[in-house]
């Protein structure tokens, strides 16, 4: 089955709203995008200066313990904040600060929570808050999809991936030394708050990555919005808060969209997997933590481009256009040499494969994707045009 988009995406935001090139820099407008899931619906939040408003935390579920999760890095830069404004909502306001790092997305981690939740005695009306990037949010959002068969969450994502992807859509997971987010389950958090400002203190690699997923957008489901992200790299890298606002929104709109449509990953959703078939291989082959998941995806992307040329399905120009962009993005574009077998072995545990076919999502058409097995001949020519030994991990 090739779970193509439809024609209509969701429609762009009014052009007014759109910043059209760099020269319209400016202050970022305030967005709400709705995910439509019925009685799991909920609100995505996005605009700067959310943190320190009363009213972005008021109609939360009512509890009397709220925990935030988050770690060493964000913590010193957000936790009291938080703090601050979630004691105005809850009695009582516990947080958990993890070691930072791709790392800490394990059984482990899972268990510091579970255990912290129970040693503050922590009912299931409890209220838990993913303060931080992906790794935060996807630990912290399968733990209250267990403790106690489920408690209530919201993200506050502070990373630009997490903002436009990572946020969004109810996947939670920890990683297991075989494959990516091999553990987890699909739950959705009753918000997600994502405050533009909090991008200020980023560095400059994990932009980078968060610029991966945003590209990613375009070639599976709005072909304008590549050319936008084209046009407006520089305006993104330079940190242009209209510009920012605009990506994360667009993102936000997108996914949602998919979502909506097929929460569970029946179909359409695996087209927000485009590059993670390798990206995800990247990572684990190369050691949690050593590729940024952003890093791999946008390698990836490069190499689900070639594939998809070499099934004729767009010309070599999409493939070079794809190559020329996530480069510009600051992202790597050559894969380390693990090996074809490594690779296959890496494929093999992929979560879109069925019966043992290795399935790849491919781009069939600007804004449109589907999802295909390849011949193994075609991916070890991919592999083989795209590897390189000196490729290892990109530079801090
Ligand atoms: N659930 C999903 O749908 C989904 C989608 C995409 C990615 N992911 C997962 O997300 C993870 C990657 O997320 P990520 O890129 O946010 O990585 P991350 O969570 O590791 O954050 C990146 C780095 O930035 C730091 N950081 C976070 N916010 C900061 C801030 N405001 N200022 C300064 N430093 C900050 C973090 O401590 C970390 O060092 C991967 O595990 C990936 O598998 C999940
Ligand atoms: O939300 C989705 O669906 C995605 O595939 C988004 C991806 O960017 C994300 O990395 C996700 O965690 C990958 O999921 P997986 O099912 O391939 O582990
Ligand atoms: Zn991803």
């Known amino acids: 089955m090739s779970p193509s988009v439809p024609s209509s995406v969701p429609p762009s935001a009014p052009a007014s709203a759109v910043p059209a090139s760099p020269a319209s820099a400016g202050t970022a407008q305030a967005a709400c995008v709705s995910i439509d899931l ?7 939040h996005i605009a700067p200066g959310l943190l320190d408003q009363p009213q ?25 904040r938080l703090r601050e404004r979630l004691s105005g909502v809850y009695g009582r306001v516990e947080s958990l ?17 579970i255990d912290h939740l129970l040693a503050v005695a922590a009912d299931r009306k409890t209220v838990l808050f993913a303060l931080g990037g992906g790794v935060i ?14 408690v209530p969450f919201v993200q506050v994502p502070t990373t630009l991936l997490a903002q436009v992807d990572s946020s969004v859509g109810g996947k939670t997971a920890i990683n297991h030394p075989r494959g990516k987010n091999m553990v987890g389950a699909f739950y959705q958090p009753v918000r997600v708050v994502a405050d533009l400002d909090t991008l200020d203190t980023l560095p400059d690699r994990e932009l980078s990555a968060g610029l991966a997923e945003i590209i990613k957008y375009g070639p599976i489901a709005d072909a304008a919005f590549l050319d936008w992200i084209e046009q407006n790299l520089p305006a993104l890298r330079a940190r242009d808060k209209a510009a920012l606002a605009y990506a994360v929104q667009r993102s936000c709109e997108i996914k949602a969209w998919v979502v909506g449509q097929d929460e569970r990953e029946s179909g359409l959703r695996a087209i927000l997997n485009f590059g993670h078939t390798f990206g995800h291989a990247i990572e684990t082959g190369m050691g949690y933590g050593a ?17 998809s040329a070499r099934l004729g399905l767009v010309p070599t120009a999409f493939v070079d256009r794809m190559k020329r962009l996530i480069q510009a993005a600051g992202l790597p574009v050559v894969a380390p040499a693990l090996g074809l077998n490594r690779y296959l072995e890496l494929m093999q545990v992929d979560k ?26 075609l991916v070890a020519e991919v592999l083989a045009t795209h590897c390189d030994p000196a490729a290892g991990a990109p530079a801090p």
């Not at 019925?38 to 995505?44: A, N």
């Not at 590729?291 to 594939?307: K, N, Q, R, T, Y």
């Not at 494969?353 to 001949?377: C, H, K, M, W």
Request: charged residues 20%; negative net charge.
């Open 38 to 44: 019925g009685d799991r619906s909920y609100d995505i």
């Open 56 to 80: 972005t935390w008021s109609g939360l579920p009512r509890a009397s313990t709220a925990l935030i999760v988050t770690n060493e890095v964000v913590a010193p830069l957000y936790l009291a």
């Open 97 to 113: 600060v993890l070691p930072d790092g791709e790392a800490q997305k394990s059984w482990d981690s899972l268990d510091r929570i």
């Open 137 to 150: 949010g996807d630990l912290t959002g399968f733990a209250a999809a267990i403790y106690m068969r489920g």
């Open 291 to 307: 590729w940024l998941h952003g890093e791999a995806v946008g390698c990836g992307m490069v190499l689900a481009s070639d594939l």
């Open 352 to 377: 879109k494969n069925e019966g043992g076919d290795i399935r790849f999502v491919v781009i069939e058409g600007l804004g449109q994707a589907g999802v295909r097995s390849a011949p193994t001949e």
